[in-house]
């Protein structure tokens, strides 16, 4: 199910019980209530309520939008690593090149059609990947340069695998959820209480009342999934966060789709 359709399903379903709720409180009320006024203390502690949670809602938003943007960093870092180890592979002979790019090829496409429909799914990454890029480093380190281009690009060879070895562990790392479960406990809880604060301010059946209660309730919605989408670092389906490695590897993801 697309994340957009299950946005508006909670948004659809929040407002319909707010404007049910509202309206069977009224039928219910005695004909002799004054509604009137509000006292003084229900709209200090609503207005506190309200200020306490946009609080923790934006820094929640704030932490998983800061890991999200690492996470990416960590998947830039990691396909502009191994696209320097094929540029410069180019000052070994044919056959050693070819063998260098190859194993390059095997990591990019393993890791962009096995890791990451893992990663999307909360799974861990596979062990395989590391044993392509141990490999990779294997036979680069052991490739004595026989010229002085290739001493020249022997060390930098090697920095960008220790590069792109550092990426993809941060990458691995970061798979998980952002935020523990105590504060989604803490998010939940209070997006229900500031949206059930609400009726202690005796909404009336007016239009204009009721819009503004179905909007404020669709806005703590449209919040939290905000805050549920980008707790997932590289998304919840698809790989559309690994579009480094499908721009710089554009050959070997058609290769692999196919």
Known sequence: MSEWLVLAIAMALVCALV?????????R?????????TPDVIEYMTMMVGVVYAIVLGLAIAGVWEARG????????????LYEVTQRADVYPAPVRDRIRGE???YVSHTV????PRLTSGEAASTEGAQLLSKLRGDVTHQSPSTEL????????????ASADDARHSRTQSSGSTLPGVVWFGL???GVVTVGLIFTLQIRRSGRELLLAGLFSALIVFLLFMVWSFDAPYGRDGIDSAAPFEDLFPTLSVTAAR
């Open 70 to 81: 690492a996470a990416e960093d960590s998947v830039r870092r990691e396909a502009q690593a």
């Open 188 to 190: 939940l809880v209070g």
């Open 29 to 37: 009320v005695a004909e002799d209530e004054d509604t009137s006024e």
């Open 104 to 106: 390059v090829g095997a």
């Open 113 to 116: 059609n096995v890791d990451w």
């Open 19 to 27: 404007l049910t709720f509202t309206a069977i409180r009224h039928r």
């Open 150 to 161: 290739q001493a020249q690009a022997y060390q930098p060879l090697l920095d960008h695998i």
